[in-house]
């Protein structure tokens, strides 16, 4: 949903929580392609907070998109730590099992 708001358009965003909107998403684990840690930022495009290695399990919070981007709030073991690329999470259905995250970028296997 848009709006107005003093001549600057607001989208509304709709905040869910994790054990119940995200439980889609199954088990999710960090798999960054070029096979260096993943930014954690405080916003999308924001300042990097951490890092987290690949295969490393999080839990989904928040989800948006910016453009053509995806981001994920993430969180692990109940910590929440701040915002991924979308692109860099792999997920599986829950109750599916699914192959581990690459440990480096496929063209190096």
């Known amino acids: 949903m848009t709006s107005l708001l003093h001549g600057v358009a607001v989208t509304a965003c709709l905040v869910l929580s994790a054990s119940t909107a995200f439980a889609a998403y ?4 960090v798999a ?3 096979g260096t840690p993943l930014n954690v930022r405080s916003a999308p495009n924001g300042a990097i907070l951490t890092t987290l290695a690949n295969g490393t399990e999080v839990e989904i919070v ?6 053509a981007k995806h981001w994920l709030f ?4 109940g910590e929440r730590l701040g915002w991924v690329f979308g692109a860099y999470v792999v997920c599986g259905k829950p109750g599916e099992a699914r192959e581990a995250a690459p440990s480096q970028p496929a063209e190096q296997r």
């Open 32 to 34: 960054d392609p070029t």
């Open 62 to 67: 928040d989800e948006m998109r910016i453009g």
């Open 26 to 29: 199954g088990r999710c684990s």
């Open 74 to 77: 993430v969180a692990r073991q």
